[in-house]
């Protein structure tokens, strides 16, 4: 090591240059550092703000301008971790964040991301990490047998249900019009094609459209029923109209627990739809997927049999850290015959193997996340899983029993998953207040969404952080603002 290092005078202390890695005995030093520090974060977690209160460029102001010259300790870089990232964070960790979906970390998700991180591997073929590939193929099939898909489905991993959909129209899109990876859509004599969806689903559908050359406004939104589901009259009227004036439908994006409200699309009825006039079926489960798992819920997986592609969002209801979203088609074949691609530098890394995932999407290179997933299953198993679930819901017919009690609010959407739309009795201005004066509290953390022109509230269960007594304080801080 010595001949590895030299010594540099700098003001009034020494600073010690290594020109190979940290040192093992520091190292090790540092990795016990971390470990305290995460597991103190993690039991004092209940007790810091939910939110920072602070301006915009508040956190950039109080950081150096100018890039560091010379290495500063691990000491020094925990601390301003503590300074100054820390309260600048909205923490979904937090028992009180009761905004969006319910995002979870566990201690199991901890130790699986730390495992992860010493291994760095590149999971783009099988010959550059087999582990990697292997225990992937695994993991998703154990995902398809919870959600209870026919074995012609087979997935991938990808980041989000954003970059899955979009996927997964590159692949309708081709076989819609063949030749578009080759050629492209410009130059031939074809159709404007267009996708549906209800006008309560998530905005991926047109930023894939953005994507693809297909066009944002060539995205229709579906108008949804009273329960905020897709109206499935007004999609066969919208189908039949673009028919009409020569347009192509190309797919449709059918809900499973929708963004705002959790909702669920009839899919039967829309898939039957599809098959009528060749469409592609996409069933967007992101969130509500994963609540098939529970066999009070195997309602919602009617009709995915025969959808085209499918996505479960394992970082939403399933326990896995951001990121970790699936993708399944039915026949992945269809998928890899858009995407692969193999370039003379890869090509002695891609022969003799069953699956190399590069050729699944536009990545290349390809973050090892299968292994996160395989400690947290093991470390929960399914029944594990079912009743954390099962205790959302039941603190989700709580907070709605607590609504009902209280005669200044009133629910604003039906309550099918630990999602609960309501709103206090008075104007738009009124709820929107009390969201942000929450908010800005730091005590607990909610969003709004808007329901038919109304802004609502909106709390999403689902850390596994979160029980009764911080339920009941969030709900007292609601009736508080409104008072």
Not at 73 to 78: G, P
Not at 129 to 142: F, G, H, I, K, Q
Not at 397 to 403: C, F, N, Q
Request: proline letters at 5%.
């Amino acid at each position: 090591m010595e001949g590895r290092m030299r010594q540099e005078s700098n003001s009034d202390r020494t600073v010690a240059h290594y020109l190979g890695d940290t040192p093992p005995e520091v190292f090790r030093k540092q990795l016990h550092q971390l470990a305290d520090w995460i597991a103190d974060f993690r039991e004092n977690l209940g007790n810091i703000r939910v939110a920072p209160n602070d301006k915009p460029g508040a956190i950039r102001g109080a950081l150096p301008a100018q890039p560091p010259e010379n290495a500063e300790s691990f000491d020094k870089i925990l601390s301003d971790i503590d300074r100054l990232i820390v309260p600048g964070m909205v923490h979904w960790s937090h028992p009180m964040f009761l905004g969006y979906f319910g995002w979870t970390q566990t201690g199991p998700g901890i130790l699986g991301e730390i495992a992860t991180a010493p291994l760095n591997v590149n999971a783009m073929t099988w010959r550059t990490s087999p582990a990697a590939t292997e225990l992937e193929t695994l993991v998703v099939d154990w995902v398809r047998q919870w959600m209870g898909l026919p074995e012609e489905f087979g997935g991938v991993v990808y980041d989000t249900a954003s970059v899955g959909v979009m996927h997964a129209l590159a692949v309708a899109r081709e076989e819609a019009a063949p030749s578009t990876r080759k050629l492209g859509l410009t130059g031939r004599d074809l159709p404007i094609f267009r996708v549906y969806a209800s006008d309560q689903a998530h905005s991926s559908a047109e930023k894939a459209a953005i994507a693809l050359g297909l066009g944002e406004e060539n995205v229709q939104r579906v108008p949804s029923d009273a329960e905020f589901r897709m109206d499935v009259a007004a999609l066969r009227k919208m189908i039949e109209r673009d028919l009409a004036q020569k347009f192509k439908p190309l797919a449709v994006v059918a809900t499973v627990g929708t963004t705002s409200t959790a909702s669920v699309d009839p899919v039967p009825e829309i898939g039957k739809i599809c098959r009528e006039h060749k469409i592609w079926l996409h069933v967007d489960g992101a969130y509500g997927g994963g609540f098939a798992i529970l066999p009070e819920y195997q309602w919602i997986t009617k009709g995915w049999g025969n959808a085209d592609s499918i996505v479960i969002n394992p970082h939403k209801t399933l326990f896995v850290p951001l990121d970790f979203s699936i993708l399944f088609v039915r026949d992945l074949e269809r998928l890899r015959r858009v995407f692969t691609l193999v370039p003379e530098y890869l090509r002695g890394d891609t022969i003799d193997a069953e699956k190399n995932y590069m050729d699944y999407g536009i990545q290349l290179g390809r973050r090892f996340r299968a292994l996160k997933a395989w400690v947290i299953w093991r470390s929960l198993g399914r029944a594990g899983m079912a009743d954390r679930l099962r205790d959302q819901m039941r603190l989700t017919s709580l907070l709605v029993d607590w609504i009902k009690s209280d005669q200044r609010f009133e629910l604003a959407a039906p309550v099918v998953m630990p999602v609960v739309c309501f709103r206090f009795v008075g104007n738009d201005q009124s709820n929107s207040e009390i969201v942000e004066r929450i908010n800005a509290s730091g005590q607990a953390y909610l969003t709004q969404t808007k329901l038919r022109g109304r802004t609502v509230m909106r709390i999403g269960l689902g850390n596994v952080l979160t029980t009764e007594d911080h339920l009941r304080r969030a709900w007292e801080l609601i009736q508080k603002a409104a008072g």
